[in-house]
């Protein structure tokens, strides 16, 4: 049955009746308060451009799940921007000498959203049977967990059959470790139960209801264990697709907060100049996202790395981040940005914006301009994505024909597009967007990594398969002392520089358009995938 809401459900996704919200919050100011004192109540309104089907992030870690489902499943821990973590569900952690073991202390006094206590059988429920097992990207980093022992409920012990650095594993505490409810999944058909929508968690906001087309509603969670959070009553997240139509909603006050750029860049600097409404670049810095060409090695002119040069010559980064990305990108060097700290290494190989070097390859490789100019012909598949996926593909479809490539677009909705490259590899070239998490073990050497099974989305499903490459991510796969292992991985980012088995054109993160009166956003690295457990609002 549909929720019954105090206000109508049309003054609730239009902003209307948010006078009367905003006027309950303020009652609860203490008196003489300052105006940037938290306030408590009120419904913040929220543009949501996708509906996942799947809304677990303890299966699917995304950023399309985790806006959503980040506010309700807690992980063990979240990023700070000082550079540590934060605890959530676990208060504290250490591994021992040799990597086989990594021991959690758990908060005490969390319940779940049923009323049930949160215990150490959940993690290592959700370790064994969730993240090692089914999460698109735990399979990596839990591959070798053994088991998870528990010997209190306050205790959980992470046993490995290789040795697994406890850098990686802290790394990846923020997006890969949400704790779901054990008693709610056991001996279910944990990919089909319910309650992969319908969630249960620990956080500060409890699910109440979906409407398909329409909205997500969030409501306050009152037995949050961090006593006093949240400070929002309600967050709902108002489905618009339409990208025109989120700045839409934003003049007009219909939405308070947008995130992940739904707003168009181009419409950016004219909400900017409004009195109340705030453009904000923070709060990506721990999900850095990469513009890519993916290359199909199966290709014979592929194969070769001196085509693969000549492609990279043939793209003007200064063109892709100016007037594809609006200025809001930077010029990647490789696999791991330059947010991508300690890792990072600018010590690469580079190749400047140089069409006639890029002709000088080719002839070099073998592939003279033909009659009608054409060296060879390849089809160009750019990731529906994102905007700036598909400009992406329409200019360098116009940058390799100015080079002798002939190049065919090919266009596929989400779905099709996924099949068409990383399970039937029916692709030339590929416009990809790869996601940074903290290291490159989580999210990034598996778009390097050869021999791995087909079929498996955002990962290496190119046709490379270099032994030197994978002895460098495998060797620092099991690299305990972090000094070395940081010095393995940058030896990674000189090896794919080198061979280029994809191109890294652009690095960016994403804006958030906001409301002046919302407060206490882009408070952490992961902000619009995190809790929002201080966000409050002015009535």
């Known amino acids: 049955m549909p929720v019954r809401f105090p206000l109508s459900r049309r003054a609730l996704l239009s902003g209307v009746g948010m006078t009367a919200v905003g006027a309950a919050a303020s009652a609860l100011r203490p008196r003489g308060a300052w105006a940037q004192d938290p306030i408590r109540g009120g419904t913040l309104t929220v543009a949501a451009d996708t509906e996942p089907r799947n809304l677990n992030p303890a299966l699917v870690a995304s950023n399309g799940v985790f806006y959503v489902a980040s506010k309700v499943v807690e992980p063990l821990a979240e990023m700070a921007y000082d550079g540590r973590l934060t605890p959530v569900l676990a208060t504290g952690w250490d591994g021992s000498a040799d990597g086989r073991t990594v021991t959690f202390t758990l908060r005490d006094g969390v319940t779940w959203h049923d009323g049930r206590p949160f215990s150490a059988a959940d993690v290592a429920f959700s370790a064994t049977e969730l993240w090692a097992k089914r999460q698109n990207l735990g399979r990596v980093v839990f591959k070798d967990l053994e088991g998870v022992d528990t010997p209190d409920q306050r205790t959980a012990v992470f046993r490995f059959r290789q040795p697994t650095p406890l850098q990686l594993i802290e790394n990846a505490l923020p997006a890969l470790t949400a704790v779901v409810p054990k008693h709610l999944f056991e001996g279910t058909e944990i990919d089909s139960n319910h309650h992969n929508e319908q969630l249960v968690g620990t956080g500060p906001f409890r699910y109440r209801e979906h409407r398909p087309g329409e909205y997500y509603l969030l409501e306050r969670n009152p037995d949050y264990w961090n006593r006093g959070l949240p400070y929002l009553e309600r967050i709902v997240y108002r489905v618009l697709p339409d990208r025109g139509a989120i700045a839409a909603a934003h003049e007009a006050g219909e939405i308070q907060l947008s995130a992940f750029s739904a707003v168009p860049l181009e419409e950016l600097e004219r909400l900017?100049?409004?009195?109340?409404?705030?453009?904000?670049?923070?709060?990506?810095?721990?999900?850095?996202?990469?513009?890519?060409?993916?290359?199909?090695?199966?290709?014979?002119?592929?194969?070769?790395?001196?085509?693969?040069?000549?492609?990279?010559?043939?793209?003007?980064?200064?063109?892709?981040?100016?007037?594809?990305?609006?200025?809001?990108?930077?010029?990647a060097t490789g696999p791991v940005p330059k947010t991508g700290v300690p890792f990072y290494t600018p010590d690469v190989a580079t190749y400047s914006y140089d069409p006639r070097k890029a002709e000088a390859l080719l002839d070099e490789a073998g592939f003279p301009r033909r009659d009608g100019g054409a060296r060879f012909a390849l089809r160009l598949l750019p990731a529906p994505w994102f905007e700036q996926t598909r400009q992406m593909g329409d200019y360098l479809r116009q940058a390799l024909?100015?080079?002798?490539?002939?190049?065919?677009?090919?266009?596929?909705?989400?779905?099709?597009?996924?099949?068409?490259?990383?399970?039937?590899?029916?692709?030339?070239?590929?416009?990809?967007?790869?996601?940074?998490?903290?290291?490159?073990?989580?999210?990034?050497?598996?778009?390097?990594r050869g021999g791995l099974p087909s079929g498996v989305p955002f990962s290496n499903q190119y046709g490379y398969d270099d032994p030197a490459m994978n002895d460098l991510i495998d060797r620092a796969a099991v690299e305990l002392d972090r000094g070395?292992?940081?010095?393995?991985?940058?030896?990674?980012?000189?090896?794919?520089?080198?061979?280029?088995?994809?191109?890294?054109?652009?690095?960016?993160?994403?804006?958030?358009?906001?409301?002046?009166?919302?407060?206490?956003?882009?408070?952490?690295?992961?902000?619009?995938?995190?809790?929002?457990?201080?966000?409050?609002?002015?009535?």
């Open 272 to 331: 900017k100049a409004l009195p109340d409404i705030a453009v904000v670049r923070k709060g990506y810095e721990g999900i850095t996202y990469q513009l890519t060409v993916e290359i199909n090695h199966r290709r014979r002119e592929l194969q070769d790395v001196r085509v693969r040069r000549a492609i990279a010559h043939a793209i003007d980064q200064s063109y892709v981040v100016g007037t594809i990305f609006r200025g809001y990108a930077e010029a």
């Open 401 to 448: 024909q100015a080079v002798g490539i002939d190049v065919t677009l090919v266009t596929n909705d989400a779905a099709g597009h996924t099949r068409a490259v990383y399970t039937d590899h029916a692709f030339d070239l590929a416009i990809g967007s790869p996601v940074y998490r903290n290291d490159p073990a989580i999210s990034t050497t598996i778009l390097y």
């Open 484 to 539: 070395r292992r940081i010095d393995l991985y940058q030896q990674f980012q000189q090896r794919a520089a080198d061979q280029l088995p994809l191109i890294v054109a652009a690095e960016f993160t994403f804006i958030t358009v906001a409301s002046r009166r919302l407060h206490n956003i882009a408070t952490n690295p992961r902000w619009a995938t995190s809790s929002w457990a201080d966000t409050w609002m002015e009535g």
